[in-house]
């Protein structure tokens, strides 16, 4: 028993090894394609602000201070703010239009093969209870068998359904989530107010000066964390 524990935690800690290698090497393939520069909250400093405007105001001093890997959080989205923040136009945008046109192709391939069999029937006499690859080449009043605007219907929703799928899951991958232990610096955070956040590994970081730096912008109240406390 002790010998089958040993090579079980082996076994474990070789899969650990191996799979954090291609987890951090996807991970930083999306920070390059998304630009992603998101920083865990653990060591920096935060002010809370309560109101959009003053922390809209407050993240464009910020960036115009040189402090880095800041972030702004809210209990609601607060439009512009990414741009406040120095960010470009996200490139989410993207998945959802591929991912959408993908939804399209399908959709539009599978009607028309319904109409036009253009898979063969030596190909899937074996899966005839599948009815969308085998043709239907029925004459109603000297209709064509294929007609496009019947199809439109069902192109729209696989659109709107790979999209929505493909703009879900692109953004839990680049946000991190789920990560249910993820440190929250303050309660009213998720309630009523807007919080500034400078982490350690910000350029020109020092832990008074940034201190100095969220009083003159408004803070209401400016909490160091981690070891620069």
């Known amino acids: 028993m002790e010998k089958l524990n040993a090579m079980t935690e082996k076994l474990e800690a070789f899969f650990d090894r191996f799979f954090d290698k291609q987890y951090q090497a996807f991970r ?26 003053k922390i809209a105001e407050a993240a464009r001093k910020t960036k115009e201070k040189g402090y880095t890997n ?40 599978l009607q028309y093969n319904t109409h036009e069999q253009l898979i063969g029937v030596t190909l899937t006499h074996a899966i005839d209870a599948f009815p969308n690859l085998n043709s239907y080449p029925l004459n109603i ?21 790979f999209g929505g799928l493909g703009t879900f899951f692109s953004m839990l991958m680049i946000s991190r989530i789920p990560k249910p232990f993820r440190k929250t610096l303050h309660p009213s955070i998720t309630d009523d107010k807007f919080c500034l956040w400078i982490p350690e590994d910000s350029a020109n970081f020092d832990k008074e000066g940034v201190k100095a730096f969220l009083q003159e912008l408004g803070a209401e109240e400016i909490t160091a964390v981690g070891e620069s406390a």
């Open 70 to 109: 800041f972030d702004c959080l809210t209990p609601f989205p607060v439009h512009g703010l990414e741009f406040d923040m120095g960010f470009k136009r996200s490139k989410l945008p993207y998945v959802t239009f591929f991912a959408g046109l993908l939804g399209f192709c399908t959709a539009f391939f």
């Open 141 to 161: 009043g000297g209709k064509p068998s294929y007609s496009w605007p019947a199809m439109v219907p069902i192109c729209f929703e696989l659109t709107v359904l």
């Open 28 to 53: 930083n393939l999306l920070d390059k394609l998304f630009e992603y520069t998101y920083r865990e909250t653990e060591k920096g400093v935060f002010g809370l602000f309560n109101t959009p405007e």
